[in-house]
């Protein structure tokens, strides 16, 4: 008998848990630890953000699905990692602390045979001074929670512009190493819609501010896209966008400190400036989550499972931008000091960045932080579960899932407003996710054709679709495993 | 010089019949891209 420990039951968390439990029999043990009770589709909480999805529909409960599928569920955080056991508990061991129910505040020692960190990142509003949720009229949509408060402050404004109100709205990264400016984007398209469909369009000021050195980067060094029969550049088609919806750009920008209505923000040219807004949406920074490890005696080995986020089988070796490859990302996900130990989605450490990085004339790093949300977060989870299976069937399996985000593609199919027959969205495919210059030297590194873009209504059906498919999936509903990640 | 949307393009990007077809193909073209393989880089 095995027993496999899924930490975190987000979009990597559950994906690894969903097919171990299909793939492996009832003798094998999987326990998904997880300080949150519910799970949540986070591609449409830009929806709950602009009134037009209610939490209840991006979420359901984890705890009678996971019992009803036989898999063990704590609700409970990880508070250290103790991957040789200890002078006590010789099976290597998660000290959990449950968050709820009649145990909640109690810790346990969760040993494993496998180890999966689906941790994702945690949001560093802090790393901002004056950046959280709700507080000085700045919101996120990160969560539900958030993305319902965005709405509620949203909905306010929109009353006052209703009376006559002339406003300002900044929507962004709310930090100088942001990533998912994706979420952001989407988000002040919907947003820019929803103004139009409460008649006050004129009635708002709306800016984009954003750590990208050039509009349509996404943290992915942008992207030279087919577009119909057109070649463009995916900063071209986002600045079309961007003037089609009267919407301004601050680029370049390093947000570092928020006070009430007014976002304070460094430039590359080293400048300090201010936006002043009546309303922002702000992606935070993304972090670690600052878990200690230790060996068997109790000492601090930390450094060989963490390096903010998990070590795996990258290349961490620093070297300048120009000496970037798609063979630094890793492939499997496993712990190079700890064999059982694995990290999909946003959990591992990078290698580097994608887009080339750059520093303002005062040293400060101003550059988009790599995505690794959504697709990319299933298809590693999927694949770090069937290596597991493989290692449980086969001790000598030579762990050949493999899936380096240097050769996978993606779909990032960005609402562009909510509607049937109203609703607009911008369908962007890349594929590899990390360039590859060699093999497409050219193109910017991607392949045309798989890297394309297009824009529509059809989008936002397809988004819908997928927002409906992906609940029907995560709620491992018949034959869930036929749609792919 | 920033690209514009034609009215043209936007009577395309907006009729429900072109898009009903679109959405078809680009379900189609994302699933091939997405479902169509991943794998390593080391040994390429």
Known sequence: ?485 | MTRRISKFKRFVMMNPIIQFFKFIYLSIKVLVIVAGGHGGTRNA
């Open chain 1, 1 to 485: 008998m095995t027993k496999i420990v899924v930490l975190g039951a987000g979009i990597a968390g559950h994906v690894a848990a969903s097919h171990l439990r299909r793939k492996l029999s009832r003798e094998h043990e999987v326990v998904v630890v997880s300080p949150n009770g519910n799970y949540q589709w986070i591609p449409s909480n830009i929806w709950v953000g602009i009134g037009r999805m209610k939490p209840r529909d991006i979420l359901f409960p984890l705890a009678p699905l996971y019992a009803k599928k036989h898999i063990d569920f704590k609700q409970a955080k990880a508070v250290s990692f103790h991957p040789e056991g200890d002078s006590q508990e010789i099976k290597p061991y998660i000290l959990a602390e449950y968050v709820a129910g009649n145990e909640n505040g109690t810790q346990e020692k969760v040993t494993y045979d496998y180890l999966i960190n689906a941790t994702g990142p945690k949001l560093n509003f802090e790393a901002t001074e004056g950046l959280s949720p709700g507080k000085n009229k700045a919101h996120s949509v990160c969560t539900y929670t958030h993305a319902q408060e965005a709405w509620i402050a949203l909905e306010g404004l929109i009353k006052q512009m209703k009376e006559g109100k002339k406003t300002r709205i900044l929507i962004g990264t709310g930090h100088a190493k942001s990533t998912c400016q994706g979420a952001a984007f989407e988000y002040i398209l919907n947003v820019e819609q929803e103004l139009r469909r409460h008649k006050v369009r004129d009635m708002a000021e709306i800016t984009w501010i954003s750590n990208e050195y050039h509009l349509g980067d996404f943290g992915m060094d942008g992207m030279l896209l087919s577009y119909g029969s057109d070649i463009m550049k995916s900063k071209e088609m986002v600045e079309m966008i961007f003037e089609d919806r009267g919407i301004r750009w601050i680029l370049g920008a390093g947000v570092h400190k928020v006070e009430d209505g007014v976002a304070h923000y460094e430039t590359l040219d080293g400048e300090y400036k201010q936006e002043s807004y009546d309303f922002a949406m702000l992606i935070p920074s993304f972090s670690g989550h600052g878990f200690k490890a230790y060996d068997k005696n109790g000492g601090d080995i930390t450094d060989k499972l963490f390096k903010g986020f998990m070590i795996v089988d990258a290349d961490y070796s620093p070297k300048p931008y120009e000496e970037w490859t798609v063979q630094d990302w890793p492939e499997t996900y496993q712990n190079p000091s700890y064999a059982n130990i694995f990290a999909p989605g946003i959990a591992f450490a990078p290698p580097h960045g994608i887009s080339k990085p750059r520093k303002s004339k005062n040293g400060t790093d101003i550059t988009p932080a790599p995505p690794r949300t959504g697709m990319p977060s299933g298809i590693t989870a999927k694949l770090v579960a069937d290596n597991i299976i493989g290692m449980i069937k086969n001790p000598n399996h030579d762990l050949h899932h493999k899936g380096s985000m240097g050769n996978m593609g993606a779909a990032c199919i960005a609402s562009a407003g909510f509607g049937m027959t109203k609703g607009s969205g911008i369908s962007i495919t890349t594929y590899p996710i990390v360039p590859d210059f060699k093999k497409y030297p050219d193109t910017h590194g991607r392949k045309l054709g798989k890297t394309f873009g297009t824009i529509g209504l059809a989008g936002h059906w397809l988004k819908l679709a997928l927002h409906h498919a992906f609940l029907y999936k995560a709620k491992m509903k018949p034959f869930w495993w036929l749609i792919p990640e």
